[in-house]
């Protein structure tokens, strides 16, 4: 009897510990607090945009196209659409991509004469069995899917061009040619995750260069068990590195946004060698907690996000 009545004593006691340990919340367990858009740069119209579509439980799909546009539109910006800086003979090509939770992707590559390209993007996403179309094939399609064709040089990057042609020098320089991004990446308040990025490329480049903006894997990346990752900089030496595959392979493995980004600069840099100091490369990064990180080569770069207590343009920590 004096056995029994010790073992279920014991046998109580390990119950009842093992209750407790249970209702203990995990040290590293962060409550989704709702719906966040993150952007590259001091995009703050843009990020507005995206917000109100994910505030009024619009999705993360909805709300980062919705966000790429309004820049597209900017005829000011000088990087992103219409009244982007050309390349060396005067054309106006877009690059875009897009990606929803669902693991589905769209690009378009030297697009000339339609301004959405992130658009034309989601449209060879969800219209074609294809991933990317480029060129005058993406302009095709672009016009078969209602979209307006209109001259994308304005007459101030016209006037920018010709001063450029005076010498014909090119070099990239850092946080000037090379802010020629917008990367966008959202959470909506269903937990799904999404994101975009689209461009006209550096400026003056060779007629026919292509950067890391729409190359699922490099210029983003989403996993929707995950996180999702952007990017902007010296597309070349992104694309070698695979930055946003990356970055959400590294959250995959545990590591924070702002860890995982941190990891994927370091790799660049330590590639790179001396000649870091001629180019600038910056990542973003969003969880499924909806946290945030960013990195960047140089100091210069920043991110604009966009949640339920406001929007914010933050300075990036650099490697710099």
Same mark, same amino acid.
């Given at each position: 009897?004096?056995?029994?009545?010790?073992?279920?004593?014991?046998?109580?006691?390990?119950?009842?510990?093992?209750?407790?340990?249970?209702?203990?919340?995990?040290?590293?367990?962060?409550?989704?607090?709702?719906?966040?858009?993150?952007?590259?740069?001091?995009?703050?119209?843009?990020?507005?945009?995206?917000?109100?579509?994910?505030?009024?439980?619009?999705?993360?799909?909805?709300?980062?196209?919705?966000?790429?546009?309004?820049?597209?539109?900017?005829?000011?910006?000088?990087?992103?659409?219409?009244?982007?800086?050309?390349?060396?003979?005067?054309?106006?090509?877009?690059?875009?991509?897009?990606?929803?939770?669902?693991?589905?992707?769209?690009?378009?590559?030297?697009?000339?004469?339609?301004?959405?390209?992130?658009?034309?993007?989601?449209?060879?996403?969800?219209?074609?069995?294809?991933?990317?179309?480029?060129?005058?094939?993406?302009?095709?399609?672009?016009?078969?899917?209602?979209?307006?064709?209109?001259?994308?040089?304005?007459?101030?990057?016209?006037?920018?061009?010709?001063?450029?042609?005076?010498?014909?020098?090119?070099?990239?320089?850092?946080?000037?040619?090379?802010?020629?991004?917008?990367?966008?990446?959202?959470?909506?308040?269903?937990?799904?995750?999404? #994101? $975009?990025? @689209?461009?006209? %490329? /550096?400026?003056?480049?060779?007629?026919?260069? *292509? !950067?890391?903006?729409? +190359?699922?894997?490099?210029?983003?990346?989403?996993?929707?068990?995950? #996180? $999702?990752? @952007?990017?902007? %900089? /010296?597309?070349?030496?992104?694309?070698?590195? *695979? !930055?946003?595959?990356? +970055?959400?392979?590294?959250?995959?493995?545990?590591?924070?946004?702002?860890? $995982?980004?941190?990891?994927?600069?370091?790799?660049?840099?330590?590639?790179?060698?001396?000649?870091?100091?001629?180019?600038?490369?910056?990542?973003?990064?969003?969880?499924?907690?909806?946290?945030?990180?960013?990195?960047?080569?140089?100091?210069?770069?920043?991110?604009?996000?966009?949640?339920?207590?406001?929007?914010?343009?933050?300075?990036?920590?650099?490697?710099?």
């Amino acid at each position: 009897m004096t056995d029994v009545f010790i073992y279920a004593k014991r046998l109580f006691s390990i119950i009842f510990i093992s209750t407790l340990i249970g209702c203990q919340p995990k040290a590293e367990e962060v409550i989704f607090k709702g719906p966040v858009v993150i952007g590259t740069w001091n995009v703050p119209e843009a990020t507005t945009e995206a917000y109100q579509v994910l505030a009024s439980g619009g999705s993360a799909i909805d709300a980062v196209e919705a966000g790429c546009r309004l820049e597209e539109a900017n005829e000011q910006g000088q990087s992103v659409g219409k009244g982007g800086l050309p390349d060396r003979d005067g054309q106006v090509t877009l690059d875009a991509c897009i990606m929803d939770s669902k693991g589905n992707s769209g690009a378009v590559v030297y697009l000339k004469d339609v301004v959405h390209a992130v658009s034309v993007a989601r449209k060879v996403m969800e219209e074609t069995p294809h991933v990317m179309l480029a060129g005058a094939g993406a302009k095709q399609f672009a016009i078969e899917q209602g979209f307006p064709v209109e001259n994308l040089l304005t007459e101030r990057s016209k006037a920018d061009w010709g001063k450029w042609n005076e010498t014909s020098f090119y070099k990239p320089i850092i946080n000037i040619e090379n802010h020629d991004t917008i990367g966008m990446l959202a959470i909506d308040e269903n937990g799904d995750l999404s #994101g $975009a990025c @689209t461009t006209s %490329g /550096l400026a003056y480049k060779m007629a026919g260069r *292509v !950067g890391d903006s729409p +190359i699922i894997g490099a210029g983003l990346y989403v996993d929707n068990k995950v #996180g $999702a990752a @952007t990017a902007t %900089g /010296l597309g070349e030496e992104i694309v070698k590195n *695979v !930055g946003s595959f990356l +970055i959400v392979e590294l959250m995959r493995q545990g590591k924070s946004p702002q860890e $995982a980004c941190e990891i994927a600069v370091q790799r660049i840099v330590d590639r790179s060698g001396d000649r870091i100091k001629d180019f600038q490369v910056g990542f973003i990064a969003l969880n499924k907690k909806g946290e945030y990180g960013s990195f960047a080569i140089h100091p210069g770069f920043s991110i604009t996000k966009h949640d339920v207590s406001g929007n914010e343009n933050i300075p990036s920590p650099s490697y710099n």
